[in-house]
Each structure stands twice: as C-alpha cells, then as structure tokens.
C-alpha cells in the first residue's frame, strides 16, 4: 500500500501534530513576561538610536552642503574680505563652534570667529588630493573631538582661501528625558562626544563597555546585522542589555550612520560614526500568565486529542481494515463464514453488501435483495464522525482563538515606552523645526549674494544650483516688491501675482487639495525684492516616517492636518477628540510640567477607548523662523503591537489556537479526502453490485486500504459473471431458484 494514502498515515500525523503542539504550549509558549526587560523596551532603545544617527547624519551633511555651497555663492561674486565672508556666514547660520579663513600659499590666518580651531592638523599642501577637502575629525587638548569642514574661496587674479568651519560631534536636537544619555562613537569604539552622561564612575564604566561592543557590531553589513526582511533603518542598527544594580538595568541602542537609500552613502556616512543611547529601566519578572495556565491548556488538548484519536481508530480505521481484509477473504472463495459487518457508515454499508455478494456467489435463494433496505437504512456516516472529531479538537482551539488570555483596557504599559514614545515625538518636532530653519537659512545666503547687478540668467543659475543641492523645494524665485518674478527655478509660483513678498519668513497656504509652504527670505541687494522658496510636501512627510512611532501627522495652529507618515487629507481635522484635547494641554502655558513660568512642552498619554494606544504630542519649540507657525507633531500607535508581557500572552495565546485548528483542519481535511470521499463512492459502488449491476467494472483509484477493497470487489464482480455464464451453459443447474428478476435487472 502507498506509503502516504489510507486511513493510517493522516491518523498518525494528526497523532504527532497533537502531542507536539501540546509539548511546545505546555514548555515554550508558556515562557512570557521572564524577560528581566520587556523586548518592546529594547526595540524603543533601538529605535531611540537610530533617530539618533538620523539625526546626526542630516547635521553633517547639510553643514558640509552648507560650507561648500556659500564658499561656491561667495567666489561667484564679486571679491570679499575674510571678515565679510565669516560675518555673512555667521549671520545667516549659527550652528558652528568657529570659522577661520586660511590664505591657501602662505598658511596665513586672515579670518577667525568663534572658538580657535586646531588648524596645524590641516595639511594645506594636500588639498588638490582626491579627498583634500573631505571633512576630517581632529582632538583638541583638552580630548574633546570636531569635526573640521572645508571649503575653497577663489577669485581671478587672488591667491585661493580656504574656509574652515568646526562643529562638535555631538547629536543636535534630540530629547533625552531625564535620565538618558547618548554618545557619538567612532569605528574604533572611542567616544567623540556626549551628552547626558553622569560624573558616576558607574556611568562610565557602562558607556565604556557599550562602546566596545557596538565597535564589533557595527563593523558588520548592514543585510547580516538585521533579521532577514526587516525594513526602516537601512545601516546597522540593535540593541543591548547592561549591568543590572538594585533591581534596576541598563539598556541602550545603537546605530550607524547610513544614508538615506540602502547602499547610497554620503559625507558623514564616510566618517564611520556610530550614534549609542542609553538609560536605565526597572526589572519586572512577572509573568504575563500563570504557568499552570500552559500547563493545563496542554493537558486538555492531550486528553480531547486522545478521543478524536481513539474515536478515529475506533470508528473509522479498524472498520477499513476489518472490510479490507473480508473483503479479501470474500475474493478468495472463502465463503462460508459471514462478513462481520460494521456498525457504523459506509463501512456497514460495505460490509453489508459484501454479505449479501458472498451469499450470491453460494447461490443462495433471494440473495439479490435480502438485506437490501437493511444495507440502506439511515446510518451515522463517516462525514459525522470526522465532523465529531473537528468538534473536539475545536472545543480546545476555539477558546483560545476567541476568548481566553484576552488584554483588557487595564493592561499595564512600561513607562519607558511612554517615555520614549514623548521624547522620540519631541524629537521628530526639533528635527521638523531644524528643517524648516535651515530652509530659510539657505533662502538668506541666496539672497545675500543678489544685487541689483546681477542679471536674470544669473539668478536663474544660481536658484538651479541651490533647487539640486537641496531637494526640499518645488520652485524657487526671485519675488520683486511689485510682485513680479524676476528669475525662477522649478515648478510654477503658487504666490499670488501683483502680490509683495510677505514679511512673514515663513507662511503656510490652503490651496484647496494640498498645504503650500512657502519661505521668503528678503534679499538686501535689491530694494524689497525676496527670495521665495516653496517647499514639497513629500519633503515634509518624509521627514515623519520613523518606525516604532506608530501613526504621526502635523498639525497646524488651528489643529488642521499639514503632513503625515500615511494617508491622510490635508487640513482636516485629526481623527480622535482624545488627540485634538493633547495637543491642546502640549500648547497651553505650563507645559508638560505644569508650571506657569514655562513654555509648553511635550506629553503622553494612553488612551483605552477602544483598545489600549499611547500617544504623544511636542510643539514645535526652539526658535527660529519654524516657531511662528504653531505647529505641533502628534504620534499615536495601538499598544497591541508592543512586545509586552500582556500582549505577548494574548498573541502566543491565539498562535497556539490556531496551530490546533490548522493542523486539525489539515489532517482532518486529509482523512476527507484520502478515505471518506472515496469510501462513500465505494459504498455505492459494492450497494450497486450486490444489486445486480454487473456491468460497470469496479477499479481502484488509490492504492491504499479503500483500493484494496474495490479490487476485490472487482474480482467478486468477475466471479459472478463466471457463475452466471456457468448457469446460463448449465440451465441453472446448482441453483436453488430465486424470486423472479424485474424487468431491466441484469
């Protein structure tokens, strides 16, 4: 017989399928909430860092964008000072430690402003290298690192400058909380630069260790750091445990810098930084579900699974055997003991159709019909007992599937997780600001290098150059007073013609389907003329798309959406009145603290209607030209999704009820389809047989228990029709008579 067909095998692995599903509730499943920290804790470090590097990364590469492109907008000019050029940069950009202009063939200082920078550890005979301007780090005396970025000022017939800016290697706008700390670490594990960092020797110790450590992970590729399919931060990235003390543990998260797209680096990616955030947690050992639970819900299925078993065996299997081996006996000749018949089925209606074939073949009288309505009368079919046996097995799967292990509106979340969840949207509401700064920023150092002698096609070319630096803008153009534009780069203008440059920096417009940023940056040369600058709003929503964040949209003064990480209509009206009542309490006076001498300031809370969320809300605080918008972040996202003890007892809960349905309706639906489909036909097949019908061959369709049957019932066909040949030669001699044939039976 087939090794995979019959009765025996699916019966077997249901068998097996039952117990190991009982081994795995019982002793892996059950193994929730001992973790000394929730893994939800850990992935929020991790995604902490990453904002982190994110962060730190955009720093770099726009202060070196920066650099370049205002030593690219000077030496296009007319000749300036030194002092004009670090005057004008510090004007228009206040986010370096100190500039220096060094003239290029005599190593002469003619410029500095700000802090001194280490300017021996420039090679000035190595800057036409092929890296010769690339940004450098370089140790102070005092073992504080910069990051040195360079630039070169040239005008005909003037010796070449060289523009030096410093900045720290520390990561700028994020929120720490109370008690978290973060550092900047290079390839080799040495810490560049800190922030939140006690004096407790123990804190060092801690940050010293977490740098050796991530200095091996973060040499690794970015496809083998990460579990395979794994989406959002495209560099190396992860999390790790520290030292436990007085039921307290260190966690941290770790990140390297990467570009923005897999495998496309940059300039600050090349310095090989790696961005490691750290704070400490209570340890909670309590687990989710008692282990008793596991336990029992193991035995039930091993006690219901032992009756579908048995029922199987009972019922379904020993029967088959029973009629495979009558039947065989039957075909052999052996035909003076009676089939024992079954009791339940289609096996009994085979079994009584067998009798009444063998009592044919002894040519016994009325054996054509006797036992006939008996054969047909009303049985239990096979179908019913695997339905009995589906039943069982649902009886245990249903409840977990449905009810059981259920986290209600109470369930307890970590308050590190709310934590992270304000300071991870306060920093996303920094890095929005940050953005829209340094925007405006750009606008101005356009504007400064404009006057009123420089032609159209000049302003075209320079606005071109500034949209392909920076891709934030849709179009970009010189406005005049009397609302004409002079020059324009990119889409068409959204400002209203006849209309003067607005005096706010920056503005935000309805236009019916979409929000319209616009920044104007006046530009002095020319008498009320402006450089305006429109933002895409793909700019802006890209900047939201953090993972681990859940939901996040900006809103405007009036709490009208501006931008989100998914879909949404513009300046509707958020979805939840719970959301609209947060960013109310985050911009009211007082702020997160309540107090009434601050300003606002970010918060969270959690919402149980409807299930468990935690949400989140910063203004949008810090300065610059961002700040008059009024613009607050908002980020929510279901509690359900965490990995918390509660939840993780809830989803292993369902897994486990669903392994038992999918594995019974496989084994079950297998039996259907191997045996009872193919022993219903049969059944019809001997009742047709034992009936007369002696024309229609019988042949096997699988070769397992079923086939074995109608095999033989085909060699009992054949002996029939020998033995009607013999009495139809013989005039019936041998026969006893029988009751007459009706008209149409063979």
């Known amino acids: ?63 070196i964008t920066d650099i370049g492109r205002t030593a690219s907008l000077f030496s296009s000019g007319e000749p300036v000072s030194p002092d004009s050029v670090l005057d004008k940069l510090g004007s228009v950009y206040q986010k370096w430690r100190g500039t220096a202009v ?48 360079l630039a070169l000022l040239s005008w ?99 990140a390297k810098l990467t570009g923005s797209q897999p495998g ?31 336990i029992a819900a193991a035995g039930a299925l091993l006690v219901l699974g032992a009756l579908a078993v048995a029922l199987l065996v009972v019922t379904v299997q020993r029967p088959l055997l029973q009629l495979f081996l009558e039947s065989r006996r039957i075909g052999r000749g052996d035909l003076h003991r009676p089939v024992t018949v079954p009791k339940y089925g289609e096996a009994a209606r085979i079994g009584a159709a067998l009798d009444r074939l063998r009592r044919q073949l002894l040519g016994e009288p009325g054996a054509d019909y006797a036992g006939a309505r008996a054969g047909r009368r009303a049985r239990i079919g096979t179908r019913a007992l695997i339905a009995v046996c ?33 300071e991870r949207t306060d920093t996303l509401a920094d890095r929005v600001r940050r953005a829209l700064n340094e925007g405006h920023a750009d606008l101005t150092s356009v504007a400064s290098v404009i006057s009123d002698k420089t032609t159209p096609a000049e302003m075209t070319k320079l606005l071109e150059r500034t949209r392909a630096q920076h891709g934030r803008y849709e179009s970009l153009y010189v406005l005049k007073a009397d609302g004409t534009v002079m020059a324009r780069a990119g889409g068409k203008p959204r400002h209203t013609a006849g209309h003067a440059p607005s005096r706010q920096p920056v503005t935000l417009v309805d236009s019916g389907n979409q929000p319209v940023i616009t920044e104007y940056a006046e530009a002095p040369g ?10 895409r709003i793909d700019f802006l929503n890209a900047l939201l798309k953090r993972p681990g964040l859940g939901e996040v949209r900006v809103v405007d003064a009036k709490h009208r959406v501006i931008g989100g990480n998914t879909g949404y209509l513009a300046f509707q009206s958020l979805s939840d009145d719970k959301l609209d009542a947060l960013v109310t309490r985050v911009n009211e006076k007082g702020g997160a603290n309540g107090k009434a001498d601050q300003g606002p300031g970010p918060r969270s809370a959690l919402l149980r209607d409807g299930g468990v969320s935690i949400a989140a809300a910063a203004p949008m605080t810090g300065g610059g030209v961002a700040q ?49 489909r193919p022993l219903r036909d049969l059944a019809a097949r001997a009742e047709a047989l034992a009936d007369g019908d002696r024309r229609t061959v019988v042949y096997p369709t699988h070769h397992d228990e079923v086939g074995a049957v109608t095999r033989s019932l085909e060699v009992i066909r054949q002996q029939l029709l020998e033995q009607r040949k013999r009495d139809a030669a013989g005039g019936g001699a041998g026969r006893t008579p029988g009751p007459t044939t009706p008209a149409g039976r063979n």
């Open 102 to 149: 060094i003239e290029i063939a005599s190593g002469r200082l003619q410029a500095q402003r700000g802090e001194n920078l280490p300017l021996t550890a420039l090679d000035l005979t190595a800057l036409d290298g092929e890296s010769g301007l690339a940004p450098r780090m370089v140790r102070l005396e005092n073992g504080e690192t910069r990051l040195l970025t």
């Open 390 to 422: 589906g039943i069982l097995l649902l009886v245990w799967s249903a409840p977990l599937l449905l009810a059981l292990n259920r986290a209600g509106a109470s369930v307890a979340v970590p308050q590190t997780i709310r934590d992270d969840q304000r």
């Open 628 to 676: 008059s918008l009024d613009w607050t972040v908002v980020t929510w996202q279901p509690a359900k999704g965490l990995e918390i003890p509660a939840y993780t007892a809830q989803n292993r809960t369902v897994l486990a009820g669903l392994l038992g349905l999918t594995g019974a309706a496989a084994c079950l639906g297998w039996i259907h389809i191997v045996v009872v």
């Open 156 to 254: 005909p017939g003037r010796p070449q400058q060289l523009l030096v800016a410093s900045s720290s290697l520390k990561v700028p706008g994020v929120s720490l909380g109370k008690s978290r700390a973060i550092a900047v670490l290079d390839a080799s594990g040495q810490v560049l630069g800190s922030d939140g960092v006690g004096g407790s020797e123990q804190e060092r110790k801690q940050l010293k260790k977490y740098a050796k450590t991530v200095a091996e992970k973060a040499g690794r590729h970015p496809l083998q750091a990460k579990e395979p399919g794994s989406g959002g931060f495209a560099g190396v990235s992860g999390s790790l445990l520290g030292d436990s003390k007085a039921g307290h543990r260190s966690v941290a998260g770790y």
């Open 264 to 294: 496309v680096g940059t300039d600050a990616t090349a310095l090989g930084l790696t961005v490691v955030s750290f704070v400490g947690v209570a340890e909670e050992r309590s687990a989710a579900v008692d282990s008793f639970f596991w």
């Open 1 to 63: 017989m087939s090794l995979l067909g019959g009765i025996r095998p699916p019966i077997a692995a249901l068998s097996a399928m039952l117990l190991a599903l009982a081994t795995v509730t019982a002793f892996q499943l059950g193994r929730v909430g001992d973790e000394a920290v929730p893994p939800a804790v850990l992935a929020s470090q991790q995604y902490f860092a990453e904002d982190g590097a994110i962060a730190l990364r955009a720093s770099l590469d726009e202060s």
């Open 526 to 535: 020319v008498g009320g003329a402006a450089v305006v600058g429109e933002l």
